[in-house]
């Protein structure tokens, strides 16, 4: 079975940074476009990077771009987002997800890890 | 970026009855819209894409329709596994977006 396992999600004070980690396991995760989706508390679900294959392709919301940063293990089945400059703004439940064959759809989830921002 | 609007924000249902959500595209998104069940502590989990086809492993009792910029997600008889918030998600363009979701709880 997919199974996608985030972690390294945590308190942090503005400014600040934090790594957080996805473990994939139960398919062939090289081939696979991986995103970082999150949820503030209370709003709705916000797309906020993937990364193809390869790492060829990566891409960040403009709500992120220029201090998050996606990247890939594919040897460890692991994907990542490194997070600067964090804000209270970007307090919310991370969410890894396998993107399908068809651009944009997301077909796995993970149960998602928390990042709360605030002094 | 294409904005969604899901409504209503909360629909009270009994156990058994059929539900039916709404969600909105501030344009055209053709049939490249997908619903999404969250339960609390649980992974989201695909329920439909291109509208109206059911993801692997769905019950029948849920249903997509719609194209263009208005869509539908009726589940026919609801299960007490069903009380959750269900959120509606565009690929056709660039950022994909979601709606701010649907809460279905028991009247």
């Known amino acids: 079975d997919v199974q996608l396992v985030e972690s390294g999600g945590g308190l942090v004070k503005p400014g600040g940074s934090l790594r957080v980690s996805c473990a994939a396991s139960g398919f062939t995760f090289s081939p696979y476009v991986m995103n970082w989706v999150r949820q503030a508390p209370g709003q709705g679900l916000e797309w906020v990077a993937s990364?193809?294959?390869?790492?060829?392709?990566?891409y960040y919301a403009d709500s992120v771009k220029g201090r998050f940063t996606i990247s890939r293990d594919n040897a460890k089945n692991s994907l990542y987002l490194q997070m600067n400059s964090l804000r209270a703004e970007d307090t919310a439940l991370y969410y890894c997800a396998r993107e399908s064959e068809l651009a944009g759809l997301f077909d796995f989830w993970g149960q998602g890890t928390p990042v709360t921002v605030s002094s | 970026e294409i904005v969604m609007t899901q409504s209503p924000s909360t629909l009270s249902v009994s156990p058994g009855e059929r539900a039916t959500l709404s969600c909105r595209a501030s344009?055209?998104?053709?049939?490249?819209l997908a619903w999404y069940q969250q339960k609390p502590g649980q992974a989201p989990r695909l329920l439909i894409y291109g509208a109206s086809t059911r993801a692997t492993g769905i019950p029948a009792r849920f249903s997509g329709s719609g194209s263009g910029t208005g869509f539908t997600l009726t589940i026919s008889s609801l299960q007490s596994e069903d009380f959750a918030v269900y959120s509606c998600q565009q690929y056709n363009d660039w950022p994909q977006t979601f709606g701010q979701g649907t809460k279905v709880e028991i009247k």
């Open positions: 344009q055209s998104v053709s049939n490249n």
């Open positions: 990364i193809s294959g390869s790492s060829t392709y990566i």
